[in-house]
């Protein structure tokens, strides 16, 4: 059994022996044929194809100057010039440039002549990793109520997260923000209470005093004494002054100053300034020289009606025909 299958053994390496020398015969002629055109079997990343054959790579950070004229040499390589780079073995006529760090980005390492340089966005801007990096994108900053997870890298933005703030604030503490306002609250509005309760209960007082100091009083707030200047002359001018007097008081005022009711009724007919003329003719002619514009005053207080005496007062004076004694 041993010798069948060595003898089976023998007869499938001799078959594959005959197969493989069929499809890549051993003499050089007919392996040059077989490498030709844009099918030449050169070995990847060890050799590259020139014509009909394979030259063997220039090494990292060279180039080929001139391609082999042989097959499986070596070409003419010149080193990459600065600023350029090849990072492996290779048939290239031309190095690659190397890369230039942007105005937002630095140089994390430099250009050789066996590899690019390398760029990362400078601080405060980064990149995703996985896109092309045209332009630094400038880092976010958390918001108010967030907080940093992670810092802002040149490849990764930054990462918030919301702060629970509102959630963690215990309850005693909002018991020490809440009862203050509260309190002070309360204090305010009380304190306003307070203040309208004073104002009026002032007002409601010194409306009673103004009402109490408007009864008649002879005593009360003095009225000064007035002089005529030129006797009763003077008198007489400033009756037309007392055509101020309020329709409804002028007979009470004209009684007042003991004028007969019958006569106060026989001017009942005149003009209102008429009647008032006329009866304070009578007046001043029963009165004769003790008449004053004093008493006329004074029985305009007492029937309450200090305004228009006030006013009387104020003409009488302004007219220049009393001047007020002011002892
Ligand atoms: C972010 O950086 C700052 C200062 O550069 C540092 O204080 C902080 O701890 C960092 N935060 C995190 C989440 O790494």
Redesign the pocket.
Known sequence: MNTLQQYMALFLVLIWHFRFSETYPQSGLDLVASRTGRHVGCRMDQEYPNGNICCLNCPAGTRTASPCSSDGRIGQCEECDDGTFTEHGNGLKHCFKCTQCRRDQEIVRACTHTEDAECRCRLGGFCDPDQACEVCKKCSSCEEDEE????CTSTANTECKKTKRPNTVSAPAKVYVIVPIVLGLTVCAAFVIAVVWWKRRRTIDSQINVSNRLKPGPEDEPFPKLVPVNGEESLRKCFEYFEEIDYNYHKRFFRHLEINENVIRSKEHLLYEDKIHELLNIWVEKKGREGSLNDLLKALLDLNQRRTAETVKEKAVMSGHYVCDDK
């Open positions: 940093i997870v992670r810092n």
